[in-house]
């Protein structure tokens, strides 16, 4: 951050608060030995590549320098906070959630505008500020993010790299033996996890309950799966029904929202 003072490497200043910057405690803890390599901050999403990430993070490096951060944004399917409990409670690492009680429609409230496939502000205020604000007990030399693309998402991570320079990221996914999502799911089930809901409902991954902002253009005509959210199904139908508890996907939401502006 610009105009910030340096602080030695292994101690930051955050909230006003001293933090170890290697393990992320507070400092009053000691200096132990173990708190002398980088932790390693799996940022969680709630889906199967994330988890599968945050296992090939341990087995290089181990559970004592792996931490789980996931930033809810209040519009998860139900069945993510079971996946997350249990995935922790299988790993064996601290799990950490970040939430601030603000959904995705409160963002597009506030900034007038909704999340597309260029600008992404709910992603930005719910998922990258909070995340960045949590990665300041560190230095850029002592926690490193890691994050669950596979293969097929090299360009997102290259992108990730040059955005939080000179702070590390981590993709351990790219790396081989490379895995197929199918290939990851089955490895989450032979752990003794059952994988989140929406992936056997036709979802191609489990943020913001199956429909994500930037994929707009992909779901701009509605999710035409039955999610288990979409009560009534379709954001339309909700709009007719007057039902306004009841909740919709992202997809369908958008898919309203575009067929409405026309």
Same mark, same amino acid.
């Given at each position: 951050?610009?105009?910030?003072?340096?602080?030695?490497?292994?101690?930051?200043?955050?909230?006003?608060?001293?933090?170890?910057?290697?393990?992320?405690?507070?400092?009053?803890?000691?200096?132990?030995?173990?708190?002398?390599?980088?932790?390693?901050?799996?940022?969680?999403?709630?889906?199967?590549?994330?988890?599968?990430?945050?296992?090939?993070?341990?087995?290089?490096?181990?559970?004592?320098?792996?931490?789980?951060?996931?930033?809810?944004?209040?519009?998860?399917?139900?069945?993510?906070?079971?996946?997350?409990?249990?995935?922790?409670?299988?790993?064996?690492?601290?799990?950490?959630?970040?939430?601030?009680?603000?959904?995705?429609?409160?963002?597009?409230?506030?900034?007038?505008?909704?999340?597309?496939?260029?600008?992404?502000?709910?992603?930005?205020?719910?998922?990258?500020?909070?995340?960045?604000?949590?990665?300041?007990?560190?230095?850029?030399?002592?926690?490193?993010?890691?994050? +669950?693309?596979?293969?097929?998402?090299?360009? !997102?991570?290259? /992108?990730? &790299?040059? #955005?939080?320079? =000179?702070?590390?990221?981590?993709?351990?996914?790219?790396?081989?033996?490379?895995?197929?999502?199918?290939?990851?799911?089955?490895?989450?089930?032979?752990?003794?996890?059952?994988?989140?809901?929406?992936?056997?409902?036709?979802?191609?991954?489990?943020?913001?309950? +199956?429909?994500?902002?930037?994929?707009?253009? !992909?779901?701009? /005509?509605? &999710?035409? #799966?039955?999610? =288990?959210?979409?009560?009534?199904?379709?954001?339309?139908?909700?709009?007719?029904?007057?039902?306004?508890?009841?909740?919709?996907?992202?997809?369908?939401?958008?898919?309203?929202?575009?067929?409405?502006?026309?």
């Amino acid at each position: 951050r610009k105009g910030r003072m340096q602080t030695p490497v292994g101690y930051s200043e955050h909230d006003g608060d001293i933090y170890c910057g290697y393990c992320g405690r507070d400092k009053g803890h000691g200096h132990l030995p173990s708190c002398t390599q980088p932790t390693r901050v799996v940022l969680f999403s709630g889906g199967v590549a994330s988890y599968a990430a945050a296992k090939r993070t341990i087995e290089q490096h181990g559970k004592e320098h792996t931490q789980l951060l996931f930033c809810d944004t209040c519009c998860e399917d139900a069945d993510t906070y079971r996946f997350i409990q249990q995935a922790a409670g299988k790993l064996g690492v601290p799990l950490t959630i970040l939430k601030d009680g603000r959904d995705i429609w409160s963002v597009f409230r506030a900034r007038r505008f909704l999340g597309n496939t260029r600008v992404d502000p709910c992603s930005e205020e719910l998922k990258r500020w909070p995340t960045d604000k949590y990665m300041a007990r560190f230095t850029p030399k002592t926690g490193i993010r890691v994050v +669950g693309f596979t293969w097929t998402e090299g360009h !997102r991570y290259d /992108r990730m &790299c040059a #955005r939080l320079a =000179p702070w590390q990221v981590e993709a351990p996914l790219i790396a081989r033996p490379l895995l197929e999502k199918n290939e990851i799911i089955e490895m989450v089930k032979a752990d003794g996890i059952e994988p989140p809901r929406l992936y056997a409902l036709g979802a191609s991954h489990n943020n913001c309950g +199956g429909g994500v902002s930037r994929r707009a253009k !992909r779901i701009s /005509r509605g &999710c035409s #799966r039955p999610y =288990p959210m979409c009560t009534p199904h379709g954001n339309a139908k909700k709009k007719r029904s007057g039902n306004s508890s009841a909740r919709t996907c992202l997809s369908c939401a958008i898919a309203w929202a575009v067929r409405s502006s026309r």
